[in-house]
């Protein structure tokens, strides 16, 4: 069989953060061994907005169908409303493509199994856009965990908040919304704006490198800040491993400043983990590890920023696919189901209001934002010590 060199590239959504893709797609223009087929989106000025599309000469289709019958695309890169995740991933499966879906996977649990048959069926993979995963830091970090040399894990616990006003929940009609039009959302800050951190604890706790670890039991208290938003925007939540081991997250839209953290430790009996929150680059904080004999080490530098790894990997396996040998980038439906089964426990648990008193409205270039007053206090008191805020402060729940 002849080896095949090339892969053809699909981007589907590139209105919001799809422009990351085309970004990362138009600095390849000169590398023959990938190609951007097509574009498909329903904004009706792609085009306009996009002018490399039309010096390139690259199409734009409103329809993945009619994309896929005048196209192929050996990967899919989907960047859309979550309701339509599903969907979208599996047309394009059934089309022949390998699928690189941003996160979250899809809306609901059933659909990441029914997804998971598909992807067997089909041959193709689906691989999930959380990042974190991706990058070599992180790997370097599962994989000595996996090899125990900190032993067993004790407890993981990270704070890590954007501040979100108006602009951000008007930016489209789902943001912020539980269900839109009988389709299951769960839009949130665990869910979207702040999943990373979140997702990378389950995945560091996975064990083998392309898995998390499965969640057993889901505890939370749920705020919302912003009385217009229908799902909550402020988060404390532990949940519990399939090995007993809780992991924390404190999690909010509404900080003072645009980012909260991330700060983590991460426990283990031989060492803590730590995210040092001191911004080296004025970018990325830095892991260390603080080994119970008193040793320090530098572990690399967050990770999160590494957004093109997963684009790179995802080319590279769908480039091995082409020619029969199986790969699969690291973040698979499995590795992202634990998130998913959090998400939907949290769906079945009660959201408390924030008591306006405790609530500063700031105006920022015309933008609304909803500031809960001490949160940055009250969420570094509970990761001291692993606690909900309604245990620490009064006026919550
Ligand atoms: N990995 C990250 O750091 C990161 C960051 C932000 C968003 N995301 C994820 O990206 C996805 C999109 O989020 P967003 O904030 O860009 O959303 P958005 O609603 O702002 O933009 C979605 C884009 O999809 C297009 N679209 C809508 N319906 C479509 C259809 N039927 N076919 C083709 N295109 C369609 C819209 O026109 C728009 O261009 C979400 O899953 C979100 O969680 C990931």
Redesign the pocket.
């Known amino acids: 069989m002849e080896e095949k060199t090339c892969v053809k590239v699909v981007l ?9 893709y085309l970004r990362e797609m138009e600095k390849r223009t000169q590398d023959p061994s990938v190609i951007l087929e097509g574009v ?4 009706p000025d ?1 085009e306009k907005q996009n002018p490399f599309l039309l010096e390139h000469g690259i199409p734009v289709y ?3 169908e009619q994309f896929y019958e005048e196209h192929d695309a050996d990967l899919a890169v ?5 309701p ?2 599903f969907e ?1 991933v599996v047309k394009c499966l059934k089309h022949g493509s390998d699928v690189l ?4 996977l899809c809306s609901s649990v059933e659909e990441a199994l029914e997804m998971a048959q598909i992807e067997k069926e089909t041959g193709h993979f689906v691989a999930v ?3 974190m995963n991706y990058s070599p830091v992180t790997r370097e970090l599962k994989n000595r965990i996996l090899n125990g040399e900190f032993g067993n894990p004790v407890v993981l616990k990270t704070i890590h908040g954007f501040k979100r006003g108006k602009a951000y929940y008007h ?5 912020g919304k539980r269900t839109l039009h009988g389709h299951l959302v769960n ?1 949130s800050p665990v ?3 702040n ?2 951190q979140f997702q990378n604890m389950l995945f560091l706790l996975g064990d083998q490198m392309d898995h998390s670890a499965t969640v057993t039991e889901v505890k939370a208290e749920l705020y919302r800040t912003d009385p217009e938003v229908e799902n909550f925007d402020t988060a404390a939540l532990c949940v519990r491993t399939a090995s007993g081991v809780p992991v924390w997250y404190y999690t909010t839209h509404n900080c003072l400043h645009e980012e909260l953290g991330p700060v983590s430790e991460f426990h283990f009996e031989k060492a803590v983990i730590r995210l040092n929150p001191e911004r080296i680059d004025h970018e990325h904080g830095n892991y260390q590890i603080c080994w119970k004999d008193g040793r320090i080490e530098e572990a690399g530098a967050m990770p999160e920023s590494g ?1 093109s790894f ?1 684009l790179d990997e995802a080319i590279t396996c769908a480039k091995k696919n082409q020619n029969g040998e199986k790969q699969h980038p690291v973040c698979t439906i499995q590795a992202a189901l634990s998130h998913l089964e959090t998400v939907r426990r949290l769906s079945e648990l009660e959201i408390c209001d924030i008591d306006r008193v405790m609530v500063e409205e700031e105006h920022i270039n015309g933008v609304i934002y909803y500031h809960v007053k001490n949160i940055e206090k009250v969420f570094s008191d509970c990761f001291d010590q692993e606690k909900y805020p309604s245990q620490v402060m009064s006026g919550w729940k």
């Open positions: 589907i959504g590139v209105g919001g953060y799809g422009k990351f498909c989106d329903v904004m792609v409103r329809e993945i989907i960047s859309t409303p979550i339509l995740h979208q879906i941003e996160k979250p856009g959380y990042q930016r489209n009609n789902w943001a839009d869910n979207n704006s999943a990373h957004e997963k």
